[in-house]
T-cell receptor, first 111, second 114 residues
Framework: LAKTTQPISMDSYEGQEVNITCSHNNIATNDYITWYQQFPSQGPRFIIQGYKTKVTNEVASLFIPADRKSSTLSLPRVSLSDTAVYYCLVGEEAAGNKLTFGGGTRVLVKP | EAGVAQSPRYKIIEKRQSVAFWCNPISGHATLYWYQQILGQGPKLLIQFQNNGVVDDSQLPKDRFSAERLKGVDSTLKIQPAKLEDSAVYLC????????????FGPGTRLTVL
């Protein structure tokens, strides 16, 4: 089963770009990478998903190198409201596309 | 579009009592998930339904936890009897299909077992 490793916490300031790197050394060919965001007292919320190279949407970018052993979530110009826990997950096709949440990265955006 | 609904939002019980949680997924979503999230940890999948069939319940403590999804829509998760370590937030999520599809989470039910 693919396991993800990401930093426990990160601090940033308003207007800065935040990059969170996640390692997933055992990712299989057909597995995909997904990031979720969770605020206190709420359920996680989908941010972005990808298989390889770069994916961009209105809130974030996801960079996946060719070996796919890691991925980086990039949040451009963060605001105070981006303070949350960010989870990196690998969807494992061989396990019925099961998503396994790790401990996540607590991002604190300071004024 | 209405989101995933869960009730109750909070529940306090004593150990050895029983409790049930209810989830109404987004209309049309075939896949429904129940997660347990202990304070400070990421959510842990307890059970996954595809329509009214179980896809994965490998991490469900079957001696005390049970879940059903009658008619492939609403779902109920039950704990009987509850233990102190069951104190957690129970999250329900749904998606159109299993696999690489966005999961939509409900607000969760916070259970405290005394």
């Amino acid at each position: 089963l693919a396991k993800t490793t990401q930093p426990i916490s990160m601090d940033s300031y308003e207007g800065q770009e935040v990059n969170i790197t996640c390692s997933h050394n055992n990712i299989a060919t057909n597995d995909y990478i997904t990031w979720y965001q969770q605020f206190p007292s709420q359920g996680p919320r989908f941010i972005i998903q990808g298989y390889k190279t770069k994916v961009t949407n209105e809130v974030a970018s996801l960079f996946i190198p060719a070996d796919r052993k890691s991925s980086t979530l990039s949040l451009p110009r963060v605001s105070l409201s981006d303070t949350a826990v960010y989870y990196c997950l690998v969807g494992e096709e061989a396990a019925g596309n099961k998503l396994t949440f790790g401990g996540g990265t607590r991002v604190l955006v300071k004024p | 579009e209405a989101g995933v609904a869960q009730s109750p939002r909070y529940k306090i019980i004593e150990k050895r009592q029983s409790v049930a949680f209810w989830c109404n997924p987004i209309s049309g979503h075939a896949t429904l998930y129940w997660y347990q999230q202990i304070l400070g940890q990421g959510p842990k999948l307890l059970i996954q339904f595809q329509n009214n069939g179980v896809v994965d319940d490998s991490q469900l403590p079957k001696d005390r936890f049970s879940a059903e999804r009658l008619k492939g829509v609403d779902s109920t998760l039950k704990i009987q009897p509850a233990k102190l370590e069951d104190s957690a937030v129970y999250l329900c999520a749904s998606s159109l299909l299993g696999g690489p599809n966005e999961q939509f989470f409900g607000p969760g039910t916070r259970l405290t077992v005394l």
